[in-house]
């Protein structure tokens, strides 16, 4: 059996699977402080301590991802407040001395797309996730693109869509991806949830281009097989197919992609993304 953490700012997921990718057991646990969260955590796989061979952690950032580092599974420079310094991987040590794998929550299902879903049989696949924020991931020959750190694509700069008079909402560049096209910022134009906001609406117009932009940098970077474009912002109606015009039109032929339904997609395990991936890293390290 295996464990795994997908550790969100609002809520963290806990399971365990097995070698088949079948979570046998799962609990949800709000986001609070460091200490009373993992507190829960540990009292869930507990129960399974004498059966887990490894732990796979995908969590919000930013977060020391480097194996090799004295720091490894630290959360960083996080605005959220208690989680600053605290590391997860000494955290779970403590009770569990098995291997413990960590990476950012959207290389997590950016991975499970690779290895089963949308990625499956090709080289590369970038994934985005438009929810609570953006963030981004690249897989490239079964290795997570990166260097000094881990990829902060959601905090890209994009040019503004005339017709958008909001300034953004990231602390720290206002209107980069994040701070323009994530769920929160998208609420905090109309003062009421991007959810409730009629799929018909100009303003998924001007989101489409925001994330077109992502996937035509994303493009002339990485040069990926596929884009994979998941979260909660993504469940609107016709916003996919919007995405794919914009980045054609910004692309105008510079790079010819034949068969943009096929390029620029939504997840094959929407929702199960991270978990899926998370249980395959979780085997592969040992």
Known sequence: MFGILEAGGTKMICAVGNRDLEVLDEIRIETRRPEETFAEIKKFFAKYKAEIESIAVGSFGPI????????????????????????????LEEDFPVPIFVTTDVNASAYGEYKIGRGEGKASLAYYTVGTGVGGGVVQNGNFAGGISHPEMGHMIIKKDPRDTYQGGCACHSDCLEGLASGPNIGKRFKRSAESLDPNDEFWDIEASYLAQAAYNTSLMFSPAVIVF????????????????????????????????????????????????????AQEIL
């Open 64 to 91: 020391e991802i480097n194996p090799d580092c004295n720091d490894y599974g630290k959360i960083l420079n996080t605005p959220k407040e208690g989680w600053k310094d605290f590391n997860i991987v000494k955290c």
């Open 230 to 281: 998941g979260g909660g912002v993504m469940q609107v109606e016709g916003l996919i197919e919007k995405v794919r015009e914009k980045f054609k039109e910004l692309m105008n032929g510079y790079i010819e992609i034949k068969d943009l339904e096929s390029y620029i997609v939504r997840p094959k395990y929407d929702g199960k993304s991270a978990t899926y991936g998370l249980l395959i890293l």
